[in-house]
């Protein structure tokens, strides 16, 4: 039998909603076997986080071996990697063990505001690891943190993702939820040498929490089954936004997204 699998590198959310456990979750639910290297521990609930705790280079190093030695990913993404000390460890093993898909989700600040990546680890991601990355996935604020941009429009969104193609991503995708603009989330594609879009109602409301990872991870998941970067996108787009729409309504804060949405929709179950 041959199993899609997929490997994640991010840290840990023991509420569920977000990093390795949405990950898994993600994976599972497209179908593919999901592998994990934790990078860090956070402690977190719905209303904000309330500490990170590192794992050691050398644990993060020896879980990059045990998967390289004995797995072969179909493809590979990366969400909290905190240091420039991991991401670049994180960018050898990649060309010892010659994995390919790289999905980038830069993961830098926690819904409620606390600093998921060190600021010296962002020149890191830029030098070392963007340009292995078949597709990187930021948000706004995220866009304007690797570029140094300020972005307010339509146009500064694109022109975003053409200066992350310039680094060397593939493919860069602008996520547009954190536009304050019209009713539509708009995300933007864009390939070095067109764009796409896609649009999507906006909804509303407060259960949010690990949406970047959740998307990033169906990405992955759909890569990994041998899908185009563009198809890939488009279903992990129905996939999240079946994940907000269907809220669970968990916690006091920004709760989980619905995991189960999407398959349950595909069966006809709401």
Request: charged residues 15%; contains cysteine.
């Amino acid at each position: 039998m041959n199993i899609a699998q997929a490997l994640t590198i991010a840290g840990a959310d023991n509420g569920g909603g977000a990093g390795i456990q949405a990950d898994l979750k993600t994976f599972q639910e497209l179908g593919v076997y999901g592998m994990t290297v934790i990078t860090a521990i956070a402690a977190q609930n719905t209303t904000g986080v309330q500490g990170v705790f590192p794992i050691s280079y050398a644990g993060i190093a020896q879980q990059l071996d045990s998967t390289g030695a004995d797995f072969e990913p179909h493809a590979v993404k990366t969400g909290m990697l905190y240091s420039a000390e991991i991401i670049r460890l994180v960018a050898s093993k990649w060309r010892q063990y010659g994995w390919s898909n790289l999905v980038i989700d830069p993961v830098m600040v926690a819904k409620g505001g606390a600093p998921l990546l060190q600021q010296e680890a962002v020149q890191a991601l830029i030098e070392e690891l963007l340009p292995h990355a078949l597709i990187t996935t930021p948000n706004i604020p995220e866009a304007e943190l690797l570029t140094g941009m300020s972005i307010s429009s339509l146009s500064e969104r694109e022109e975003a993702a053409k200066q992350l193609v310039q680094m060397g991503t593939a493919y860069a995708l602008i996520k547009g939820g954190h536009d304050a603009g019209s009713g539509m989330i708009v995300d933007v594609l864009y390939d070095g040498q067109s764009f796409h879009y896609l649009e999507n109602n906006r909804v509303n409301t407060r259960h949010t929490h690990g949406t970047g990872c959740t998307f990033s991870a169906a990405i992955t998941a759909e890569l990994a089954k041998g899908s185009t970067v563009v198809a890939a996108v488009t279903t992990a787009r129905a996939f999240i936004q079946a994940a907000i729409e269907d809220e669970l309504g968990i916690g006091a804060g920004h709760g989980p997204t619905n995991h189960f949405a999407y398959q349950r929709r595909q069966r006809g179950e709401r």
